[in-house]
């Protein structure tokens, strides 16, 4: 299981976690998505998924992973 980290710019409230974590839950073998607004951090939890893919779900969400 790998763990990683990433911080998500534009997220304000409760809705906008909710919906990072359902796209980003969305992705091929993700097990676990936390959110946190009040810091723009986001912890995925999982096997086999990749940086990018978070990304692409991230932007599909509507929010955008700081480099």
């Known amino acids: 299981m ?3 980290n990433y911080t998500v710019e534009g997220m304000t409230c409760g809705h906008c976690e909710m919906s990072v974590r359902e796209e980003v839950g969305e992705i091929a073998g993700v097990s676990s998505v936390s959110a946190d607004h009040t ?3 986001v ?3 999982g096997e086999g998924f990749t ?3 978070v990304v ?3 932007a599909e969400a509507g929010y955008k992973v700081k480099a």
């Open 43 to 45: 912890t995925v939890e």
């Open 56 to 58: 692409a779900a991230v």
């Open 51 to 53: 940086d990018e893919q």
């Open 39 to 41: 810091t723009g951090a």
């Open 2 to 4: 790998s763990v990683k």
